[in-house]
């Protein structure tokens, strides 16, 4: 939560200052595409899981694009798809990955199928609704800024403690840039914050449940209460992880609950629920027949 913050105040600035657009130039190259902003999702999220690389792209791209939702979309489609076939694409994929002990050689032979199969209406739309970022270039970021992000990636991977770094580090880049902290969407934090508290709390609650159709179970719950405390809830209950596995992978798509990175992608979009609504259905429907032909 300490790195999203940090994020989001670093990236109101460089949107208010136009550093965002050089930035953009750099990762993406000049008029990028709806087809290349989603793979350059979709690949990150295989390391950086699919809310944090959702997050990166989107911030980026948001700015600069007529139709937001055109770009954002596809881009979720991807992050949530193609992130999943490692372990470190989601949280619940690394759930699934510890509990079980798994092969990483297993684990992408599983997920292989799936992933392929969701990722389909996310370039479809891409392709045949994208639209090309306009060439536009800023001012590159000021140092503050890359100092500010570095550091805060860097405590991340090292798995510093956040009580070391996170207070003087923003305590310090509030006093130089104030105006940046009031544009962190603490909406998004707050939702990031209960998704890895609900999972603590159920574990904590000690709920088991037997199930007899992991993958339907986990479909269907996911819906309601999101994929990764789905995960934990089914997790104790069932010793098929294949299907449990495809479960929550292909219940993140559907329902704006469904997943974090749904939510994260809608609120960047400011619209677009329509086209939403149709691929999401679309990835429901081809994850599902993905599925029971891998099995």
Same mark, same amino acid.
């Given at each position: ?172 880049? =509030?006093? @130089?840039?104030? &105006? ?9 934090? %707050? /939702?990031?914050? !209960?998704?890895? $508290?609900?999972?603590?709390?159920i574990r904590w609650l000690g709920w088991h449940v037997q199930v007899s159709d ?14 990764v405390p789905a995960t934990v809830i089914l997790l104790p209950g069932t010793g ?20 974090? =990175?749904? @939510?994260?992608? &809608? ?9 939403? %609504? /149709?691929?999401? !259905?679309?990835? $429901? ?11």
């Amino acid at each position: 939560m300490g790195f999203v913050i940090v994020q989001s105040a670093v990236t109101a600035e460089l949107a208010r200052t136009g550093a965002i657009h050089w930035i953009r130039r750099v990762l993406l190259g000049r008029n990028p595409g709806t087809v290349r902003v989603a793979l350059a999702s979709g690949l990150l999220s295989t390391v950086l899981t699919n809310d944090a690389a959702l997050i990166a792209v989107g911030s980026v791209v948001a700015h600069a694009a007529r139709r937001p939702h055109r770009v954002l979309l596809p881009s979720l489609i991807t992050a949530n798809s193609i992130g999943a076939v490692t372990p470190l694409g989601n949280p619940q994929n690394a759930i699934v990955y510890s509990h079980y002990h798994l092969n990483v050689w297993d684990f992408l032979r599983a997920q292989a199928p799936i992933t392929a199969a969701l990722a389909i209406p996310g370039l479809a739309y891409a392709l045949l609704k994208g639209e090309r970022l306009p060439s536009t270039t800023g001012p590159p970021p000021s140092p503050r800024e890359l100092a500010a992000i570095s550091i805060s990636a860097a405590c991340l991977i090292a798995h510093v403690p956040l009580y070391l770094w996170f207070p003087p580090l923003m305590l310090g880049y =509030a006093a @130089l840039r104030p &105006l940046s902290i009031r544009e962190v969407d603490w909406v998004v934090v %707050a /939702l990031l914050t !209960a998704a890895v $508290l609900l999972p603590n709390g159920i574990r904590w609650l000690g709920w088991h449940v037997q199930v007899s159709d992991p993958y339907l179970s986990a479909l269907l719950l996911s819906q309601a209460i999101s994929n990764v405390p789905a995960t934990v809830i089914l997790l104790p209950g069932t010793g098929d992880w294949v299907s449990l596995l495809h479960g929550v992978t292909v219940g993140g798509f559907g329902t704006p609950v469904a997943s974090i =990175a749904n @939510l994260i992608a &809608l609120r960047m979009a400011g619209g677009g629920i329509r086209p939403y %609504a /149709l691929t999401q !259905a679309s990835c $429901l429907v081809l994850g599902t027949v993905a599925h029971y032909v891998a099995t």
